[in-house]
C-alpha cells in the first residue's frame, strides 16, 4: 500500500481541539488557560476511567468557550483542518452545532458563516455538518439550524447536512420528529448519531426520519430485523471504535460488532469521531482494529471506499476519491 487517502467522516469540530490549537486560539482571544500542557489536555481528552458517554461529553465545555466570537471559530475550522490534513486526509467532513457558539452574542448564522470562512483557509477537502442538540427547550434553535441548513446547502464545498448529537440515553432520537420532518421537506441530506448510547430503538427511529447514515449505530444488532433492514438498503454507519470503548458504548470490546458487520454486508465506515477528546487519529483507528480484529488490507479497502459511496459530496468528488483509495491499495 501507498500512501493512504483517508476519510473522515463523523469528525466533532469541538472535538477536535487539541492542547496546541487551543493555546493558539487563546492567544488570538486574550483567554487564559492552564499554563500546563499537562493540566490543560486533562481538560481535553477523556481519561482511560471514563464511566459513559455523559462523562465524555464534559469534555467539550472548555473547547466550545474557545469558539464563542467569528475570529475563534473561523481559526479553529482552519487549525482542524490544518492538523487533519497532516494526518493524511484527503477528505474531512466536520460537523459542529451553531446553538452552541451563541453564548457571547452571535447568532447562529455568524456562526456558520465564521465556519465557511474558516473552510477558504485551508486546501483540504473539507464539508461542514450542522448539528442539532439532544436538549429540552431548544425546538425554537434546532428548527432554526434547520432553516439555516436550507440557507447554506451546498452539493459540496459547505454545508451539505445536519446531525442531531447529544445526550442520546438522555433525550430519544423518537423526541425529534419534528425537525428531521421539516429538514426532508427541504431536501437537507442528514445522519443521525444513534445506537450508541441507546439501544437498536434509536437507529430505528433514525432511519424512518429518513436519515441516510447513522452516527456509530454499534448496537444496530440488537434488533436482527433491523440489521437485515440496514444490510438490504446499504445504510451507511459511521463506527468510531476507541470513542465507542471510551464511552462504554460496548461493555467488552472483544465483542465489538465491525468484523461481524463487515462480513455480513453493513456498510462500515471507520472514523475518529473526537479525534482530541479520544487522543486518536484516523490512522490509530484502523490500527487498532488491525491489532484487535485482525482487519485485513482488503477490509480497510472495502471501508475506505464505503466512506466514498457515504460521503455527503458531489459525484466528481466520489470519483476522486475513489481512484485515490483504489491506487493506494
Do not use: W
Not at 464534559?58 to 492538523?83: D, N, R
Not at 487533519?84 to 447562529?108: I, V
Amino acid at each position: 500500500m501507498t500512501n493512504i487517502p483517508y476519510i473522515d467522516l463523523h469528525c466533532h469540530l469541538d472535538g477536535s481541539i487539541t492542547v496546541d490549537i487551543a493555546r493558539k486560539l487563546a492567544a488570538l482571544q486574550n483567554i487564559e488557560l492552564p499554563a500546563s500542557d499537562a493540566e490543560l489536555e486533562s481538560r481535553l481528552s477523556v481519561p482511560e476511567s471514563c464511566e459513559n458517554l455523559n462523562e465524555f461529553l464534559e469534555c467539550f465545555a472548555l473547547p466550545c468557550s474557545l469558539m464563542q466570537t467569528k475570529e475563534g471559530i473561523t481559526e479553529s475550522v482552519h487549525l482542524v483542518q490544518e492538523y487533519m490534513k497532516s494526518q493524511g486526509l484527503a477528505y474531512l467532513e466536520l460537523r459542529f452545532a451553531p446553538q452552541k457558539h451563541c453564548d457571547n452574542g452571535l447568532s447562529q448564522q455568524d456562526a456558520i458563516e465564521a465556519a465557511l470562512s474558516g473552510l477558504k483557509m485551508s486546501d483540504l477537502h473539507t464539508n461542514l455538518i450542522l448539528c442539532l442538540m439532544r436538549d429540552k427547550g431548544n425546538e425554537k434553535e434546532n428548527m432554526e439550524t434547520i432553516e439555516l441548513a436550507k440557507k447554506y446547502l451546498v452539493k459540496d464545498g459547505g454545508v451539505v447536512a445536519v446531525d442531531l448529537a447529544g445526550a442520546e440515553a438522555l433525550f430519544h432520537t423518537c423526541e425529534f420528529a419534528s425537525p428531521f420532518a421539516k429538514a426532508k421537506e427541504y431536501g437537507i441530506p442528514f445522519t443521525i448519531h444513534a445506537g450508541e448510547a441507546d439501544g437498536a430503538v434509536s437507529v430505528h427511529d433514525a432511519l424512518s426520519f429518513g436519515a441516510r447514515r447513522i452516527g456509530h449505530g454499534v448496537r444496530t444488532a440488537e434488533d436482527p430485523a433491523l440489521l437485515e433492514y440496514v444490510i438490504k438498503n446499504q445504510i451507511p454507519l459511521e463506527m468510531c471504535p476507541n470513542s465507542n470503548r471510551q464511552t462504554k458504548s460496548v461493555d467488552d470490546m472483544s465483542k465489538y460488532p465491525i468484523r461481524d458487520y463487515l462480513a455480513k454486508g453493513v456498510k462500515v465506515t471507520v472514523n475518529t469521531d473526537d479525534p482530541a477528546i479520544c487522543r486518536t487519529t484516523i490512522a490509530k483507528e484502523f490500527e487498532y482494529l488491525e491489532k484487535k480484529f485482525g482487519i485485513t488490507a482488503g477490509e480497510k479497502k472495502i471501508m475506505m471506499l464505503n466512506a466514498v459511496d457515504a460521503a455527503f459530496t458531489d459525484a466528481a468528488t466520489k470519483a476522486a476519491l475513489r481512484a485515490e483509495v483504489e491506487s493506494a491499495f
